[in-house]
C-alpha cells in the first residue's frame, strides 16, 4: 500500500477464522449458516482483504435485488467494523461512486456491486474475486453462478493470480438439482477445488440471548435445520409454511378440478404473471400452470391466456387492477377478465392458511413440479416486502375469486 495503514476491526470467531485461513487455497468457498450467524460480515471481509491485498485487483458483489444492495450490503460495508461510515472518508478509499456501484481503493483495485435480478446482470468484464451474499434468494441461481463462473478468470492487472468466488447464505430447501448443494456438497457432483463452511447461528458469540432463544422458540424440524443449524432441509423460508415433500405433485388429475380461476399480475421491467389454479370437489387449489416473462406486450399475454384456457377450460380471470386498460383488452378479446378486490391481508390469510396439513391427512393446497417459478417465490415470500411475488399475487386473486363480488365493466373501462 502507499504506506497507509489499513484497519478494519472486524474480528472473527473461531468459525469464521476456519474460512478466512483458506483464502487463496480454496478456488470456491460457501459459508452456509443459521440466519444472524455473521455471514454478510464475513464475505465483505474476505473479498476486501483479498482486494486490499493485491493492488489493481477488482471484486464483484452480487445481492439479489439492488433492493437488498441497499438494505444489507452498503450498511455492512459502512459499518463500524469495516470501512466505516461515510464510506468515502476512509484513507484506503480513494473514490465512492454511488451512481456507478463501485469503490476505488488507492492502490488501485476497485469492488463493484449490483443486484442480481436476472442472469444477464452478472455479465461483465473479467473480475479477480466475487461474492455472492444471501445466494439461496438469487431467483435464477443457477444461470447466474454459470455467468459468474465465466466471468472469474481474473482481471488481467494483477502480478498474481488471486481469482476465488465466495457465497455466503442458509441454505435453501434442497430441490432436486439445487446447484448450491450440487456445486458445493453433493459427493457425486461437488466441484473438487469447493469447500463448505458450517456454523450455527448458536455459533455466534455477538448475537444476543434473547434474539437466539427467540429463534430457537419459533423454528422446529427443517426449519431449524435450515436457520438454525445452516443445513439443507426440504421445507421454505418466508411467511408460509411450504414443504416440498409435501405439496409438490409431478402429476395433477385435471379430470378431478370441477372449477378453473386464472391470476394475472400486470409487470413490465418486473415480470407479467399468470397463474392457472384448479379446485377439486373438496376446494382444494392446485397450481396447474403459470407463465412469467418479463416486457411483455398485451397481445402476448392474451395469445397466452387463451392457451391456458383451451388447455385447462374457461374461468374468470382475476387481474391486477393497475391497468384497467389492459383488463379491457382482455375482455375485448373474448375473455372473461375482472379487476380483483381483494384486501391483501386477507388474501394472505387465505393462501397462507391452504398449506397446513387438515384432519384428513392433506393441506389444501398443491403445486405441479413445472411451476418452477411459482415454487421458488413461495419459498422466499415474505408478506412484508414487496419482492418475489408476482406469481403469489396472482395466485392470492384467483384463491379470493369466490369471495369477492366484481366491479361492473363500466366502473374500470376508462381508470
Request: aromatic share 10%; net charge neutral; hydrophobic share 35%.
Amino acid at each position: 500500500m502507499n504506506q497507509t495503514e489499513i484497519v478494519l476491526r472486524y474480528y472473527p470467531f473461531e468459525k469464521q477464522k476456519s474460512f478466512h485461513n483458506d483464502r487463496y487455497k480454496i478456488r470456491h468457498r460457501a459459508v452456509f449458516s443459521g440466519v444472524g450467524g455473521g455471514k454478510t460480515i464475513c464475505g465483505c471481509f474476505e473479498i476486501l482483504s483479498m482486494l486490499l491485498e493485491t493492488p489493481n485487483s477488482v471484486g464483484y458483489v452480487f445481492e439479489p435485488t439492488y433492493k437488498m444492495v441497499k438494505r444489507i450490503l452498503i450498511p455492512t460495508l459502512a459499518s463500524k467494523w469495516l470501512l466505516g461510515h461515510p464510506i468515502a472518508s476512509n484513507p484506503i478509499v480513494s473514490a465512492y461512486k454511488r451512481s456507478d456501484n463501485c469503490i476505488e481503493f488507492v492502490d488501485g483495485q476497485t469492488l463493484w456491486f449490483g443486484g442480481l435480478e436476472a442472469p444477464e446482470f452478472a455479465e461483465g468484464t473479467n473480475v479477480d474475486v466475487v461474492l455472492l451474499d444471501e445466494a439461496q434468494y438469487i431467483r435464477k441461481f443457477a444461470e447466474s453462478h454459470d455467468v459468474v463462473l465465466r466471468r472469474l478468470r481474473g482481471s488481467g492487472k494483477t502480478e498474481r493470480d488471486i481469482t476465488s468466488s465466495i457465497v455466503t447464505t442458509s441454505p435453501p430447501p434442497l430441490l432436486p438439482d439445487c446447484r448450491l448443494y450440487d456445486f458445493y456438497e453433493n459427493p457425486e457432483k461437488r466441484n473438487l477445488d469447493s469447500k463448505v463452511y458450517r456454523w450455527s447461528m448458536l455459533d455466534n458469540p455477538f448475537l444476543s440471548e434473547k434474539y437466539k432463544q427467540e429463534i430457537v422458540a419459533t423454528h422446529r424440524g427443517n426449519l431449524a435445520k435450515r436457520f438454525i443449524e445452516g443445513l439443507f432441509a426440504p421445507v421454505g423460508t418466508g411467511s408460509f409454511d411450504y414443504d416440498s415433500t409435501i405439496h409438490e405433485l409431478k402429476h395433477i388429475d385435471l379430470t378431478t378440478m370441477r372449477t378453473i380461476v386464472f391470476g394475472v399480475d400486470f409487470g413490465w421491467t418486473n415480470p407479467n404473471a399468470i397463474v392457472a389454479l384448479g379446485y377439486d370437489s373438496d376446494n382444494r387449489a392446485y397450481i396447474l400452470d403459470e407463465f412469467y416473462q418479463n416486457h411483455t406486450q398485451t397481445e402476448t399475454l392474451i395469445s397466452k391466456l387463451k392457451e391456458m384456457t383451451a388447455t385447462y377450460g374457461k374461468g374468470k380471470i382475476v387481474c391486477d387492477r393497475s391497468a384497467p386498460a389492459t383488463i379491457e383488452s382482455i375482455r375485448q378479446a373474448g375473455l372473461n377478465a375482472v379487476a380483483h378486490e381483494s384486501k391483501r391481508e386477507d388474501a394472505i390469510r387465505e393462501l397462507g392458511g391452504r398449506f397446513i396439513v387438515q384432519g384428513d391427512g392433506k393441506p389444501r393446497i398443491f403445486v405441479s413440479s413445472k411451476c418452477v417459478n411459482w415454487i421458488h417465490e413461495v419459498m422466499v415470500y415474505n408478506s412484508e416486502i414487496k419482492e418475489n411475488d408476482h406469481l403469489i399475487d396472482g395466485t392470492m386473486y384467483a384463491l379470493m375469486a369466490p369471495l369477492q363480488k366484481f366491479a361492473p365493466l363500466g366502473a374500470f373501462r376508462f381508470g
